[in-house]
């Protein structure tokens, strides 16, 4: 907790949910004072007055953090942070350290990697006997993690640690934090240095269910920190009390995400921009389909070896069958030619659908066409030439939720497909509607693609409507930012 004043750093203390600590930081309060920000607290708190070389924003003298932390200790707080360089370079925050070693959390922070003596920093810090050894390093890659875990074995014998990695990168040592033999984790709103909100830490992660044994998931993708994806496989995972967990997975690279998923024993992954394709070159072991696709949206681990699939193409279909659309003899002219519109067109072409693709590129539409044994046509389509219009580019997608990519004068009747499920309805949709179209949008492809995926990984399939519902929560949270 961090706050302008120390009544708005108790208030905040206060208004604290489901925390079994509250961290005070009392660097950045402009009226300082120890005695008012532990007054009549209802939680352990964990006090902390950060300097700036330590990345913090106290910035009065050391003499002067020292009298404050002395205080804290005094008070009884029932942890008191110093910095591993303060003990290590001035002999009064190392007698601290030492006096009341009992309740001193000896921390150290590296943001801008994992530094190199790392092993040598760590056996240092535990000379001093602090109650926890807390270790922060900067991950700039997903398995800059696994440097922290070689220190596991390390801080085993007795001294209590806390290990974090910062950034989005570093997200399984704050929601796998009993891999680490961490003590604890942080939570909060500092997003530059990958924090979760508690009540998404124990909601959405159920952090308190997870343990070594937790089964470990993730969508790998750069960015991901949009993705609906965590929240709809977190939610199958509840609902069916399954022992496993869904991370957001910021790969770096393909061998970033390998790397990490061997050393941290990943069982399954969604695949989505940029590795859709770069995977699917690496994965040996897929299935016809998928191979004529060209890309993969799903990795499965199966006897040390990776499997790879494209559910894609059964997301698409399921929405369509649902509806009884009869696709054998259609018109359908799909919009765009890029990784969706090859498993749109597959997914027509194979159905006796009689496919037509319609991008800016001539020669991207007819590669994308041959896939169906269709044909280029022209950018719009003409009005009453389809009677399935797909709308496989990112045209209306939030945040540019005013275009789109057919002007309403073009809408005759027959049915729409939006894959853009960000928002749920986009102008094509409405403007579609109003035409006396029939209306599909992206979200139930999304559910559908991920419900394949699930089944895949458990053998189960999710209950119905749980991930719908979790997507679109996660929607409309999205929109009211
Ligand atoms: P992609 O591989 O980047 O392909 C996008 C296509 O749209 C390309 O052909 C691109 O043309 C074209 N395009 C982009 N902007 C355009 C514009 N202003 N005018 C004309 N054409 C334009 O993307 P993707 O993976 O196929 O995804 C496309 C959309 O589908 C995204 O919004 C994505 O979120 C959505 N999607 C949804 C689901 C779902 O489950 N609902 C699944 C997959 C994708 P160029 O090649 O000329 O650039």
Redesign the pocket.
Known sequence: MTAPTTADLRRARDAVRGADLVELRLDGVQDVDVDGALEGRRCPVVVTCRPAWEGGAFAGSEEERLRLLQRAVHLGADYVDVEWLAASRHPAFADLTRWSSDRIVLSSHDFEGVPADVHARARDMCRYGAAVVKLAVRAGRLSDSLRLLELVPLLQGGQRSVLIAMGEAGIATRVLACRFGSAWTYAGAARSIGQIDADVLLSQYRYRTITRETALYGVVGLPVAHSMSPAMHNAAFAALGLDAVYLPLPAADVEDFLAFAEGFGVRGASVT?PYKVPLFERVRRTDDITRRIGALNTLKRESDDWLGRNT?LD?FLQPLRERHVVLAGCRASIL??????RSVALALGSNGARVTVH???AD?AARVASLADGHAGE?PPRLGSWDLLVN????G?HPHVGQT?VPAEALGTGLVYD???NPPQTRLLREAAAAGCGTIG??D??VA?AEAQFEWWTGVRPPAGVMHAAASARLSEWSSR
């Open positions: 921009i894609d997301g765009g030619a890029g990784g969706s519109a991008a800016r590129d991207k950018w496989c580019t990112p045209i997608m990519p894959l853009v499920y992206g979200l492809m999304l693609q």
